[in-house]
Antibody, heavy 118, light 107 residues
């Protein structure tokens, strides 16, 4: 069974940094692209970033380009999101997601909450 | 960025009703569109991908259709467990944008 468990969410001040992690089990992690998606509680979904199966290609939403970095460590079956220069509008529940063919998000974690506030 | 506009934003229907949700894209996305269902307090779940392919385990009362800029999700006979919010997402262009969501409740 696919399991994705996010961690690292916290309360951080504007301008600060945070690193989110996603631990993956139940599938061949190194064979799949992975996503990060953000949701402000009570609001809609915002796609944040994708990393290819081999880690060589990354894509970002315009709102985070240049501030966030997605990465993966296949030896640890883990996905990461390094978030720098955080702003109040970066707050939300961050989900990691496993792709299926075509990059559709087939499996989701339960999310980790990031609050950017002074 | 591709804008996805869902309509309606809110729908209230009775058990057994046929429900249709539309997703319109600001540019053509071929058939690279998915639908998700998010139950209250839970992570989203994939319902349909590639416009019309049912994800494994999803009941057959769900179906999807469309091409280019207009897509529909249909629930043929609404059940209690279908309440929640439905989102479309396009995978034709980066960034992979979502629609704003359609909230479904039971009358």
């Amino acid at each position: 069974e696919v399991q994705l468990v996010e961690s690292g969410g916290a309360v951080v001040q504007p301008g600060g940094s945070l690193r989110l992690s996603c631990a993956a089990t139940g599938f061949n992690f190194g064979g799949y692209a992975m996503h990060w998606v953000r949701q402000v509680p009570g609001k809609g979904l915002e796609w944040v970033s994708l990393i290819s199966w081999d880690g060589t290609v990354t894509y970002y939403a315009g709102s985070v380009e240049g501030r966030f970095t997605i990465s993966r460590d296949d030896s640890k079956n883990s996905l990461y999101l390094q978030m720098n220069s955080l702003r109040t509008d970066d707050s939300g529940l961050f989900y990691c997601g496993k792709e299926r063919t075509g990059h559709y998000i087939e499996s989701w974690g339960q999310g980790t909450l990031v609050t950017v506030s002074s | 960025d591709i804008q996805l506009t869902q309509s309606p934003s809110f729908v209230s229907a009775s058990v057994g009703d046929r429900v249709t949700i539309t997703c319109r894209a600001s540019q053509g996305v071929n058939t690279h569109l998915a639908w998700y269902h998010q139950k209250p307090g839970k992570a989203p779940g994939l319902l349909i991908y590639s416009t019309s392919t049912l994800q494994s385990g999803v009941p057959s009362r769900f179906s999807g259709s469309g091409f280019g800029t207009e897509f529909t999700l249909t629930i043929s006979s609404l059940q209690f467990e279908d309440i929640g919010t439905y989102y479309c997402q396009q995978f034709n262009y980066y960034p992979f944008t979502f629609g704003q969501g359609t909230q479904l409740e039971i009358k």
